[in-house]
Protein backbone atom coordinates (compact mmCIF):
# COMPACT_ATOMS: atom_id res chain seq x y z
CA UNK A 1 0.00 0.00 0.00
CA UNK A 2 1.49 3.41 -1.10
CA UNK A 3 2.35 6.03 2.02
CA UNK A 4 -0.16 9.07 1.48
CA UNK A 5 0.06 12.68 2.25
CA UNK A 6 -2.86 12.39 4.20
CA UNK A 7 -2.70 9.11 6.19
CA UNK A 8 0.84 8.96 6.68
CA UNK A 9 2.37 12.42 6.54
CA UNK A 10 -0.14 14.82 7.55
CA UNK A 11 -0.64 13.53 11.21
CA UNK A 12 2.70 14.13 12.23
CA UNK A 13 2.58 17.72 11.68
CA UNK A 14 0.22 18.89 14.50
CA UNK A 15 -2.06 22.76 14.30
CA UNK A 16 0.88 23.82 16.26
CA UNK A 17 3.73 22.53 14.66
CA UNK A 18 2.03 24.31 11.68
CA UNK A 19 1.66 27.51 13.26
CA UNK A 20 5.24 27.42 13.90
CA UNK A 21 6.31 26.76 10.45
CA UNK A 22 3.63 29.51 8.47
CA UNK A 23 6.21 31.76 7.53
CA UNK A 24 8.11 29.24 5.66
CA UNK A 25 5.35 26.55 4.14
CA UNK A 26 2.26 25.11 5.13
CA UNK A 27 2.77 21.82 6.75
CA UNK A 28 -0.71 20.90 6.05
CA UNK A 29 -0.53 21.02 2.15
CA UNK A 30 0.36 18.31 0.28
CA UNK A 31 2.33 20.47 -2.32
CA UNK A 32 4.04 22.67 0.08
CA UNK A 33 6.17 19.85 1.90
CA UNK A 34 6.49 17.82 -1.40
CA UNK A 35 8.20 21.09 -3.10
CA UNK A 36 10.16 21.27 0.64
CA UNK A 37 11.16 17.62 0.93
CA UNK A 38 14.40 17.93 1.39
CA UNK A 39 14.87 21.53 3.59
CA UNK A 40 11.90 19.39 6.03
CA UNK A 41 14.03 16.02 6.17
CA UNK A 42 17.10 17.61 6.81
CA UNK A 43 15.63 19.88 9.70
CA UNK A 44 13.84 16.51 10.88
CA UNK A 45 17.08 14.68 10.61
CA UNK A 46 19.43 17.38 11.96
CA UNK A 47 16.91 17.87 14.98
CA UNK A 48 16.06 21.20 13.94
CA UNK A 49 11.86 20.57 13.35
CA UNK A 50 9.59 20.42 15.05
CA UNK A 51 10.83 23.05 17.34
CA UNK A 52 10.24 23.41 20.84
CA UNK A 53 7.10 25.14 22.24
CA UNK A 54 4.48 23.38 21.62
CA UNK A 55 2.41 21.54 24.04
CA UNK A 56 3.23 17.87 22.55
CA UNK A 57 6.99 18.96 22.85
CA UNK A 58 9.39 17.88 20.50
CA UNK A 59 9.59 14.45 19.12
CA UNK A 60 11.33 11.76 20.67
CA UNK A 61 14.25 9.60 19.15
CA UNK A 62 11.46 7.05 17.94
CA UNK A 63 9.26 9.46 16.57
CA UNK A 64 11.45 11.44 14.49
CA UNK A 65 12.68 8.01 13.25
CA UNK A 66 9.30 6.46 11.81
CA UNK A 67 9.44 10.51 9.89
CA UNK A 68 11.71 9.96 8.31
CA UNK A 69 10.90 6.27 6.91
CA UNK A 70 7.27 7.12 6.14
CA UNK A 71 8.90 10.61 5.02
CA UNK A 72 11.25 8.60 2.69
CA UNK A 73 8.48 5.85 1.57
CA UNK A 74 6.35 8.83 0.71
CA UNK A 75 8.96 10.26 -1.77
CA UNK A 76 9.88 7.16 -3.30
CA UNK A 77 5.90 6.03 -3.70
CA UNK A 78 5.70 9.59 -6.06
CA UNK A 79 4.07 11.94 -3.16
CA UNK A 80 0.55 10.29 -3.01
CA UNK A 81 -1.73 13.01 -1.53
Not at 18 to 33: E, I
Amino acid sequence: MATTFSVNIKPFFSECYRDNMTFMFDLWSADDVKNSWQEIYDSVQSKRMPIAGCPEGVWDDARRQQFLIDFMKWKNDGFQP
